[in-house]
């Protein structure tokens, strides 16, 4: 879901597919458009933070590298600034996310397309897909450490 466009956009396979994994997922994109229906606030701060984030991470670490190689701490400062604003929107992103593939298991059990083992079954697929946004959230997270460490050690 493209909340600027207000557009669904899905894989052929994901369109055409027939198994509860594809209507998981179609569900779960469903979900992102309840949520930008109904203005669910960590949605909304996530838009909002897409440019700043995508200056900010294409940026920092070539700041903070600079300003590390010349001995400029206020380059590494700004760096730092920097990722910290891909790290926020990795950490906004879980709840999008999460609430999300909440909203997909209630449409797909209310409108009687999944029930009993398949509800189990879709959960561990929009869980899957979950983890992914904890490992990238982990690994900002760990990586600005990473960078305040290297700041300290100047």
């Known amino acids: 879901m493209t909340p600027d466009r207000k557009k669904l956009s899905l894989s052929k396979e994901i369109y055409y597919g027939k198994s509860i994994a594809a209507q998981g997922i179609v569900a779960h994109e469903v979900g992102h458009a309840l949520q930008d229906a109904k203005n669910y606030f960590p949605l909304s701060l996530r838009s909002n933070l897409v440019p700043v984030t995508n200056i900010g991470s294409s940026m920092a670490v070539p700041l903070f590298l600079i300003g590390f190689i010349f001995s400029f701490p206020a380059l590494m400062d700004i760096g730092i600034i920097a990722f910290s604003l891909a790290v926020l929107f990795q950490l906004v992103t879980l709840p999008v996310e999460l609430d999300a593939s909440k909203r997909a298991i209630g449409l797909l059990v209310r409108a009687n397309i999944i029930s009993g083992s398949e509800v189990v079954l879709v ?32």
Do not use: D, M, P
Request: aromatic share 6%; charged share 20%; hydrophobic share 60%.
């Open 123 to 154: 959960k561990k697929v929009l869980n899957a897909a979950a983890l992914t946004y904890v490992a990238a959230a982990s690994v900002a997270v760990f990586q600005l450490l990473r960078l305040i460490v290297l700041r300290n050690r100047r």
